[in-house]
């Protein structure tokens, strides 16, 4: 019995450094909890550290659409410990817009890691509103110029800029009302206080499925395998195309090593058929991209996105 018990304290003296020396990585959220970004930070922190030997906990920094967490990441060492989970909004539109006061700017002060998902976006009304079909809410926006108002995530979010181009596209007088996060957009929809959004399928995932919201439409042609028989919104308003993207990104100084640590790792987490399922669950198509393929794909959303913001005359402040 005496030898019985030295040998496990001796196993757990042996034990304690290696659980005292695990690393934690910081996966940091521009955005409150609830919404997919959130939703993807959190997903992220469970697949993808372990690959690494570490422990992966999420941190919620949010406002200026998601830029006061990349300035977290932004200042933070270079070391591969803390990275942003940067959504599409945040990392290619957001700094396109004119006068928009920015704690940091992203396109100097992060850099692409690697893309884990493709989004489905879908326009969303409140299931027992008044709005049941997309020709019957353009008809309401035209009869009440002014009188209709879209949520979104914050001036200068992928949903602001989503509702804009269908403004631009069928000639809309519809009011912008920003909040911090989509969650908390959802909250004033279901209230009857806001008309609609266009969001990731992500944000709106469980309020649909419970019935308490309604998609009218969805952002893009390939739509979402979870609803097939929901049109697109270029059914009702030819050529327009809506969806999105999250990945991971960090300080612009992290090392190749570093990078590639990553980049492997979320390669190799995404390959995990758990992982897989949970992402198309929630309205994400698992999508890895290294790091030299996501940052391609982040200059060309830049150019684009930067386009529709000129055309549009959004700005920032």
Known sequence: MRRLLLAAVAASLLAFPAAAQERTIRIISGFAP?????????????YVPPLMGAR???ENRTGANGLIGAE?????????????????GSMT???????????????????????????????????????QDVPGLLAAARARPGGLTYASAGVGSAQHLSAELLKARTGLDIVHVPYRGAALAVVDILGGRTDFMITNLGDVMRQVTGGELRILA????????????????????????????????GPRAMSEESLARWSDATRRALENPQFRERLL???????FEDTRSFNARIARDLASWGEVIRTAGVRGD
């Open 34 to 46: 609830g919404g997919a970004g959130d939703l993807m930070a959190r997903l992220i922190a469970e």
């Open 281 to 287: 669950a929630n309205g994400l198509t698992p999508n």
């Open 218 to 249: 969805m952002g893009d042609d390939a739509g979402s395998p979870l609803f097939p028989q929901v049109r697109p919104i270029s059914a009702f308003v030819p050529g327009l195309q809506m969806a999105g993207w999250f990945g991971i990104c």
């Open 56 to 58: 992966g906990v999420v």
């Open 93 to 131: 539109i957001t700094p396109n817009l004119p006068g928009a006061a920015l704690p940091i700017d992203p396109r100097t002060e992060l850099t692409g890691v690697a893309n884990v998902a493709l989004s489905t976006y879908a326009l969303v009304v409140a299931a027992r509103g008044p709005h």
């Open 72 to 88: 977290v990441v932004a200042r933070s060492a270079p070391d591969g410990n803390t990275v942003l989970q940067c959504p599409m």
